[in-house]
């Protein structure tokens, strides 16, 4: 996250209570490593050090997940785009972590059917996803039916893997509006082939944050602690909620922040300049007919100013993205309205016949990319591959200072290995397990067959029943036994303004989850944002829960909601009806 970046706690009152996890930090104030950055690559980082029995601390100055990583276009994609940069290592790495992540985290990650439409068969407004000229700046070439077969034909070399997803159909005109028929009729062909989903990124990153934390006392994490200095005794922490600082000693220093590794690195004293990210946009829009329009796909395309675009079914929503446009990273990342206008244009070419308008965005968002500095490239050519700089701290000599520039969702269990590997060697040690096949949180175990689902919902469905107990299921995969043993049989109740949520679930996941804030619960706990379904009365309601596990007086709790209500205004276009009435 930026430091320059609002956050309710900035505002809190000071009567915070102490942590737990951050005074036993204090107690302790030393590791072998320090990871600085709390996204996917530095939660996925501290895993596998964990896992190798390293004595590893995670400080993260937001939340988990909240910046670069809660941005994303909820895909794990092998990354066909790759092939025009010639990145043919990135794409192998990429559909092998993406197959992989299909068997690892089955509850978050699924095979998804991903349609291009054709307007042309040489050239034409929309082309593929692939093109093999000039990165540099000037107009795009458009590419049309000839090159996307050629592409897709290559990507599917690299993309099989035993079968885990399915090869490319490639069809005609006909065909393709007998199976899309709100498509624009001038399409001439479409093509389909397979990448995957992951409808839940945040809830994904801490499988994995848990994962790393299960391994044992010698792995530790704090959310909402920012690294803000270097000196001889180590890095000065301080904590966001009540100010305090203190000195947390480490033989390696890794700064896993994505865009703002720069700006960490100079609050460490360090003056680098190794980033240049962009930023992306998205809208999520409750239209039945363009959700039926999708039959299930994500509709992705070339538009003819370059940019890559995706209409994607989620969550009975329908996510339209992306941008990729330069950004100062000093300044937080907002879903314009010209970016607006930019995807309602999009979804008229490609579905003239669906009317959408702004009453219907429940929710926007928008993230900057840790691109690494780009200079005059386009945007949509800056490699996303990844590398490690390494320095040494002359004012603590023996600490190695580590930067990660670059990296993606796809490929965060690889990176994770890769960089815990020059951490290892730096500590003379040796790896003596891999994550490679590893399951990752509730995907231990998932049921993934439809007899192995059955027998789950049987099993575990007597006292919530199966309906409940499915629905559990899909939200935390095999996680949902921990909230079902600890019902252990015991009555519940819906949320008085959301069915789908449980008072003890709600309760359970502000208890489990290091949750700080109401904004951690509401936009990266659950999706009641992102769907748009939270309302005035529910984020009370949820306020109330909260406030009743961590101790939160009627003047926090009021706090909390209104600190909450002012984020998802200014940076995600929701504006709840009515003023809160918390007490």
């Not at 000037?138 to 592409?151: D, S």
């Not at 619960?521 to 005035?536: E, K």
Request: aromatic residues 6%; charged residues 25%; contains cysteine.
């Amino acid at each position: 996250m930026s430091p320059h970046q609002t956050n309710p706690k900035r505002t809190a009152p000071t009567h915070a209570r102490a942590r737990a996890e951050v005074e036993a930090l204090r107690a302790r104030p030393s590791a072998e490593v320090l990871i600085i950055g709390g996204g996917i690559n530095g939660i996925a980082t501290f895993r596998d050090l964990a896992l190798q029995g390293v004595d590893v601390v995670l400080v993260e100055r937001d939340d988990f997940v909240s910046g670069a990583s809660s941005a994303s276009s909820h895909m794990i994609h092998g990354g066909i785009r790759y092939l025009e940069n010639g990145e043919f290592r990135l794409v192998q790495e990429s559909v092998e972590e993406r197959n992989g992540l299909i068997r690892i985290a089955p509850h978050y990650v699924k095979p998804l059917p991903t349609t291009v439409p054709i307007f042309s068969t040489f050239s034409g407004i929309l082309s593929a996803p692939l093109r093999f000229l000039t990165h540099r700046q000037g107009r795009p070439t458009e590419r049309g039916a000839a090159l996307i077969k050629t592409g897709l034909t290559i990507y599917d070399a690299f993309s099989r893997d035993g079968g885990s997803v399915p090869r490319h159909r490639f069809h005609g005109r006909t065909r393709s509006l007998a199976e899309l028929p709100a498509l624009n009729p001038d399409v001439k062909y479409t093509a389909t082939y397979y990448d995957a989903s992951m409808h839940d990124p945040e809830r994904l990153a801490l499988d994995v944050l848990f994962d790393g934390l299960a391994a044992g006392p010698h792995a530790r994490a704090v959310n909402y602690a920012a690294a803000v200095g270097l000196d001889a005794d180590g890095v000065r922490v301080r904590d966001a909620l009540t100010g305090e600082e203190f000195t947390v000693a480490a033989d390696v220093v890794v700064n896993t922040s994505g865009p703002w590794t720069d700006l960490t690195n100079a609050g460490l004293g360090r003056l680098t300049s190794y980033m240049g990210g962009t930023k992306g946009s998205h809208i999520v829009l409750d239209n039945e007919e363009l959700l039926a329009a999708t039959s299930g796909r994500e509709i992705f395309f070339e538009h003819e100013d370059g940019r890559i675009v995706l209409i994607y079914p989620l969550k009975g929503r329908v996510m339209v993205g992306t941008t990729d446009l330069e950004h100062d990273l000093g300044e937080p990342a907002v879903c314009t309205e010209e970016e607006v206008d930019y995807f309602f244009e999009l979804i008229a070419h490609v579905f003239p016949g669906v009317r959408v308008d702004r009453s219907q965005i429940v929710y926007r968002f928008s993230g900057v990319r840790p691109l690494p500095r780009h200079d005059d490239t386009q945007p949509g050519f800056v490699s996303r591959d990844y590398r490690i700089e390494r320095s040494e701290v002359a004012e603590r000599p023996g600490t190695t200072l580590l930067s990660l520039v670059g990296g993606k969702w796809t490929t965060f269990r690889a990176l994770a290995e890769h960089l815990s590997g020059e951490v290892l060697g730096l500590l003379g040690r040796d790896r003596v397990r891999s994550t490679k096949g590893l399951p990752i949180g509730g995907g231990a175990g998932y049921p993934v067959t439809d007899d192995a689902r059955r027998v789950w919902l049987v099993t575990h469905g007597d006292d919530v029943g199966r309906a409940r107990a499915e629905e559990l299921l899909e939200r935390y995969g095999t996680r949902a036994e921990a909230f079902l043993d600890e019902l252990d049989g015991e009555s519940d109740a819906a949320l008085e303004h959301h069915a789908g949520y449980s008072r003890r679930e709600i309760a359970w996941l502000v208890r489990n989850e290091r949750i700080v804030h109401l904004v951690d619960l509401v936009l990266r706990r659950t999706s009641l944002a992102f769907t748009g379904a939270l309302t005035a009365p529910l984020l009370d309601e949820l306020a109330e829960l909260a406030g009743e596990e961590l101790g939160w007086d009627a003047a926090r709790r009021r706090h909390e909601v209104d600190a909450t209500r002012a984020r998802l205004a200014e940076r995600h276009g929701v504006e709840l009806a009515q003023a809160s009435l918390v007490e």
